[in-house]
């Protein structure tokens, strides 16, 4: 293997650029040409690849979003795209890829090696900590601190008004994001999509904390099957009358989960994945991911990647549950 190319695909992560900069870095410290490829898989359709020194990479450690820019491809879903993606690789003479990203990226990178051969390790970047093979996944911990410092912002005024705030956090298909911060955050209720909690619950709940809490909040995964946080909110609100009616209130959080400096521990998380997926290029480790799990490098194939299910750790539930009362 002579030349790699790095890229970032679906939505960015604190930290992307950690891993972007370990992977030219260790690229280039193996004696390997490096290209960077910009906008994800419609970068590889387009050619929008260029060579990489390793002053390309510096000063972004620090900076959040990806300097790779990021898009989710849909040529590249038809076998048409994929044959021009491979063309391109075929002309910058690329014999392998590092891929930065969630389950869409990686299923992407396994379809094309299984048509075109071309190897792929993929580097887990993801603010939702849903994939298996790795403990965390880069951004998950910058998102979690982000959230969790809104969530401290909205305690003071919800304390102060006596009101009951449902915060709604990202986190399509999971809850990894809700519960980390609603533990973090001391919530009173967490909601999220790999449990069934129902609106008349929570607000049978709320309405037992009467007597000891004035202000409560509801943390929400924004995939929760009772709907997103302002849909909750009204229903839990139609349980309540008069005065206390008025005490509802919802924030989204949105975006700007997904921005922001990353945090040591996905700094480290992205240099450790990206230096590992270039050593893992160069030692045959193909169509796989580069994950971290009990502080030890580990190649989890794709396909498990993408089609095990990576559980939200039951203990946490319980804690927030009994820490809440
Ligand atoms: O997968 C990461 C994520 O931030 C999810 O938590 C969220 O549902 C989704 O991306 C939002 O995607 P987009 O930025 O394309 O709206």
């Given at each position: 293997m002579k030349k790699i190319a790095v890229y970032t695909s679906g939505g960015d992560s604190p930290g992307m650029n950690a891993c972007v900069r370990a992977v030219v870095r260790t690229g280039i410290y193996h004696d390997l040409d490096v290209y960077s490829i910009k906008y994800g898989y419609d970068g590889i359709i387009n050619g929008n690849i260029s060579k990489m020194e390793s002053h390309s990479v510096s000063n972004i450690l620090q900076r959040g979003g990806t300097i790779l820019k990021s898009a989710r491809s849909?040529?590249?879903?038809t076998k048409e795209g994929r044959k021009k993606a491979y063309d391109q690789l075929t002309k910058h003479g690329i014999d392998g890829l590092v891929a930065i990203g969630g389950d869409g990226t990686f299923t992407g990178a396994k379809v094309f090696y299984e048509e075109f051969g071309i190897p792929v390790v993929g580097c887990p970047g993801?603010?939702?900590?849903?994939?298996?093979?790795?403990?965390y996944t880069i951004g998950f911990d910058t998102a979690v601190n982000t959230a969790l410092e809104a969530i401290d912002k909205i305690r003071d005024t919800a304390a102060a008004h006596d009101r009951v705030f449902f915060v709604e956090v990202m986190g399509r298909d999971s809850g990894y994001i809700a519960v980390e911060c609603a533990i973090g955050g001391g919530a009173e209720v967490v909601m999220v999509p790999e449990t069934i909690t129902t609106s008349k619950q929570v607000s049978d709940y709320l309405k037992n904390l009467r007597e000891s809490k004035t202000s409560s909040i509801v943390v929400v995964a924004e995939g929760d099957e009772e709907g997103d946080a302002a849909t909750i909110m009204a229903k839990v609100k139609s349980e309540f009358v008069g005065e206390e009616e008025k005490k509802f209130k919802v924030t989204t959080l949105g975006h700007i989960q997904r921005g922001g400096s990353p945090t040591a521990k996905d700094r480290l998380l992205g240099s450790r994945s990206g230096l590992a997926a270039v050593e893992g290029l160069l030692n045959g480790k193909f169509n796989c991911m580069a994950g971290i799990i009990n502080d030890q490098v580990v190649y989890t194939p794709f396909d498990d990647c993408i089609n095990k299910n990576k559980p939200l750790n039951k203990d946490y539930l319980r804690l927030q549950e009994i820490l809440s009362i």
């Open positions: 849909n040529e590249f879903r993801t603010i939702d900590n849903d994939i298996y093979g790795t403990d």
